[in-house]
């Protein structure tokens, strides 16, 4: 969704229970609870480095405080 400016709470309130009463649009409910994932799922172990030390934890743990995504 979206708009041009913040939504008020009863317009937040109105559109979460609207969405409460619809199916999912996925059939694997739960399936990621197991150990193992589903045979029809395509699990991606591709990592990469995004920093190192402690200066970067600090500077990254910020961001994710004030919610910014790049700094």
Request: hydrophobic share 30%.
């Given at each position: 969704m979206f708009l041009l400016q913040q939504p008020k709470?009863?317009?937040i309130d109105d559109f979460i229970?609207?969405?409460a009463q619809l199916e999912?649009?996925?059939s694997s409910i739960g399936a990621t609870r197991s150990p193992a994932p589903p045979d029809s799922f395509q699990v991606?172990?591709?990592r990469i480095c995004l920093g190192r030390g402690e200066p970067?934890?600090?500077r990254r743990s910020g961001h994710c405080?004030?919610?910014s995504t790049f700094g």
């Amino acid at each position: 969704m979206f708009l041009l400016q913040q939504p008020k709470a009863k317009q937040i309130d109105d559109f979460i229970e609207v969405q409460a009463q619809l199916e999912f649009t996925y059939s694997s409910i739960g399936a990621t609870r197991s150990p193992a994932p589903p045979d029809s799922f395509q699990v991606d172990h591709n990592r990469i480095c995004l920093g190192r030390g402690e200066p970067f934890m600090n500077r990254r743990s910020g961001h994710c405080r004030t919610g910014s995504t790049f700094g």
